[in-house]
């Protein structure tokens, strides 16, 4: 079962928890957004994966089940 | 189960069914069809019964979406059908689009064609609510309310309908903003994490058509699948409005047949076009190149589109798609960088603000095309727009700064030419004036959006 | 002031706990406003902020145990275990007791909700956040109430120290908010400040 992150885009508001806590997949852009790795979580990024989706002061991102 | 609409045969009233196109429309003229009209042209509907009844019929006729995404509209019913409880129906008039006109023009003629289409929507659906979603206009609503009335009078609808103002934004007909302004909210696009019938809330779906579709749906349902196949093609049957501009000025919205050359529908005449020239002479004037799709749709050379038919196995291939049925042909004394400056400043500015990326990146791009559009521009303006139209691409909740991507870069595809000569201070346009519909700019307000 | 005996222990226990809950619940309240209007602790990078945020409520939740635990045990005053959740059902001081019972039934719903976030609607956890703005002064009171000790002294100081800290946070906030682009407005905001060019064709 694969793991992808998602960002809701109308909730996110650029706070950037989300590419500090979780650099390897996620990153910003220069205006501060969040540009999340189009690749699924790998096993071993999965419980700080969980850590930025809970870090988000906006809720906005979410680790989703891909079929 | 529809079992039984596959042993009866279509109950079929062909002594009416119009042999020939223009089928939504009257044969002329913008008088609007009254309900007597409207019966005496294509005859009572009488209702085949049951939910989900008359969605076999819709499959077997291929009926796509005609309000711009080409969905196939038996699978959206299906949904509509299964989904528990059941649907609220929306009919989708909104038209943000400024370039198209094509569904006030049927609101506004054959309202009853649209009327009868919801009350079928309504009746696959298994719901009994309704309503029209209509761009907030006073005369058009009198005239809804007005065939809505004449209706009720002669007790033909089983399900009730209401007229819902739609926001004067380009937006506002985006099918989440439509459901957010359902729900009695600002039409503002959502994000939507699943796929499917689009939701008012937990457990309130919502079935939207656009208009138009509602139109073909309500004449399949009297004269069933194999008479809409009559036009079209086979991939792509039936017939569409389309808002037509050609190069003198003139516009009008015209019922085709799917496939329909562009070159037939703008008249242009390619044989007729000198070697080493990039312009196709027509009718009404020669043509630089054609818009297909709307503002966010994509631009075609004048020459491509002499060869292409307004069908989206065509279209596809080179990034562009029916749309919504706008189809713009630009004169050859216009700058075809200046125009599409123009909209893009347009469509940034009609970004509804709620996605960073999106409300960062627009404006950007768009003062950034302006600069291409200028004399000399700056060295890193087209690194700059490449970068930026990257950076906002599938980034926001809508498709606005996709589909607005789509339409700029297609103008620097077309118009590259054009952009060389820019950067030495030339430029082959001519005249000033604008050509496509913008409206004019005005400063948003959060308070428009409701 | 005689020596601490056994039975007062528990009293002053909770009197010391109680200030050190409220320096806490301000210090939340600080970096909730601070996380709200994205800014940063020097140095530190912006999850820090939101991580504080929670760690230090939760701080906060473990002193306010003990502050309400230690004042229940304590025989030196009648206060039941209901007291401290219901309001004005103490036998000792009613109303200025109610009003900590009240602050901590809204912390209560302010964790909770925290704790549950993944479950519910980001509307319901927004909406129940802001009663966040309504505990803190309800425990700035309850201290003003419930004992002398805030009435002079370096108690009162702290307490007047966490005001002032709220009064100045919140200003700033106001004055953000006041000052942020309506959603309708911020493309066109972006797009004013984009350079124009300089001539026509």
Same mark, same amino acid.
């Given at each position: 079962m694969t793991k992808r992150l998602r960002v809701d885009p109308v909730a996110c508001a650029g706070h950037g928890a989300?590419?500090?806590? %979780?650099?390897? +997949?996620?990153?910003?852009?220069?205006?501060?957004?969040?540009?999340?790795?189009?690749?699924?979580?790998?096993?071993?990024l999965r419980h700080e994966a969980r850590h930025a989706v809970r870090n988000c002061p906006a809720l906005a991102l979410a680790l989703t089940r891909v079929a | 189960m529809i079992t039984d609409s596959l042993t009866l045969p279509w109950p079929a009233q062909e002594a009416s069914a119009p042999a020939s196109l223009p089928r939504l429309l009257p044969a002329a003229g913008t008088v609007p069809v009254d309900l007597r009209a409207h019966l005496a042209r294509y005859g009572a509907l009488r209702y085949a019964g049951g939910k989900g009844r008359i969605v076999a019929e819709v499959a077997a006729a291929g009926l796509t979406g005609r309000g711009g995404a080409a969905f196939p509209v038996a699978r959206k019913l299906t949904a509509a059908a299964e989904a528990r409880p059941a649907p609220l129906v929306a009919g989708n008039g909104a038209e943000g689009e400024p370039a198209s006109s094509k569904d006030r023009s049927l609101l506004w003629i054959s309202p009853h064609l649209v009327l009868d289409g919801l009350q079928l929507a309504a009746e696959a659906a298994g719901t009994g609510t309704a309503v029209l979603y209509v761009r907030r206009n006073q005369r058009l609503h009198g005239r809804l309310a007005q065939a809505i009335a004449e209706r009720a009078a002669a007790g033909i609808d089983a399900v009730r309908v209401d007229v819902v103002s739609a926001p004067d934004r380009f937006l506002a007909g985006e099918e989440s903003a439509l459901v957010s302004r359902l729900t009695g909210k600002?039409?503002?696009?959502?994000?939507?994490?699943?796929?499917? +019938?689009?939701? +008012?809330?937990?457990?309130?779906?919502a079935l939207v058509q656009n208009v138009e579709t509602l139109a073909h749906l309500a004449l399949i349902a009297r004269y069933g699948a194999a008479w809409f196949r009559i036009a079209g093609t086979e991939a792509e049957p039936g017939s569409m409005l389309a808002t037509l501009y050609l190069p003198d000025g003139r516009t009008s919205v015209t019922e085709v047949p799917l496939g329909t050359g562009l070159a037939d529908l703008l008249g242009l005449d390619p044989a007729a076009a000198g070697p080493g020239v990039d312009s196709v002479p027509s009718a009404g004037g020669p043509v630089r190149a054609v818009l297909v799709g709307g503002y966010h749709g994509a631009w075609l050379s004048a020459a491509e589109a002499a060869r292409l038919p307004l069908a989206n196995a065509a279209l596809r291939p080179l990034g562009t798609a029916v749309g919504a049925? &706008? &189809?713009a042909a630009l004169p050859a004394d216009r700058c075809g960088l200046a125009e599409t400056a123009r909209v893009a400043r347009y469509l940034a500015l009609e970004s509804a603000g709620q996605c960073g990326p999106c409300f960062n990146g627009l404006p950007r791009i768009a003062a950034a095309l302006d600069h291409l559009a200028g004399p000399h521009p700056d060295q890193r303006a087209r690194a700059d727009l490449e970068r930026w139209a990257g950076l906002v691409t599938g980034r926001g909740a809508c498709h606005h700064p996709d589909g607005s991507v789509r339409f700029i870069r297609s103008a620097l595809r077309v118009f590259a030419a054009?952009?060389?000569?820019?950067?030495?201070?030339?430029?082959t346009g001519t005249d000033p004036r604008p050509f496509l519909p913008v409206p004019a700019g005005r400063p948003a307000r959060d308070a428009d959006w409701s | 002031m005689t020596g601490i005996t056994h039975?007062?222990?528990?009293?002053?226990?909770?009197r010391a706990t109680g200030v050190v809950t409220l320096l806490l619940l301000t210090a939340v309240l600080l970096l909730g406003v601070l996380v709200n209007r994205q800014g940063r602790l020097?140095?530190?990078?912006?999850f820090a902020v939101t991580g504080l945020h929670r760690n230090v409520s939760l701080l906060a939740v473990a002193f306010l145990a003990i502050h309400v635990i230690t004042a229940i045990v304590d025989p030196y005053v009648t206060i039941g275990l209901a007291a401290a959740v219901l309001p004005f059902v103490s036998a000792y001081k009613p109303f200025w007791l109610g009003l900590g019972a009240i602050s901590l039934d809204l912390i209560a719903a302010l964790i909770l909700t925290s704790l549950a976030r993944a479950r519910i609607s980001r509307r319901a956890w927004r909406g129940i956040h802001w009663v966040a703005y309504a505990a803190w002064p309800?425990?700035? &009171?309850?201290?003003?109430? =419930?004992?002398?000790?805030?009435? =002079?002294?370096?108690? +009162?100081?702290?307490?007047?120290g966490c005001v002032l800290a709220i009064a100045v946070a919140?200003?700033?906030? %106001?004055?953000?908010a006041a000052r942020e682009i309506p959603r309708a407005a911020r493309a066109a905001a972006t797009l004013s400040r984009m350079p124009a060019r300089k001539a026509d064709l």
């Open positions: 989300c590419a500090e806590l %979780l650099p390897e +997949l996620i990153t910003l852009d220069e205006w501060g957004y969040p540009i999340v790795a189009d690749q699924p979580v790998p096993r071993g | 600002p039409a503002l696009p959502a994000y939507r994490s699943v796929r499917g +019938l689009p939701r +008012l809330g937990p457990g309130r779906p049925g &706008v &189809v054009e952009a060389g000569l820019h950067e030495r201070g030339r430029c | 039975t007062t222990a528990l009293w002053y226990a909770s020097p140095g530190l990078p912006s309800l425990a700035v &009171v309850h201290s003003l109430g =419930s004992s002398t000790d805030a009435r =002079s002294g370096p108690v +009162l100081a702290v307490l007047a919140l200003s700033w906030r %106001l004055s953000r």
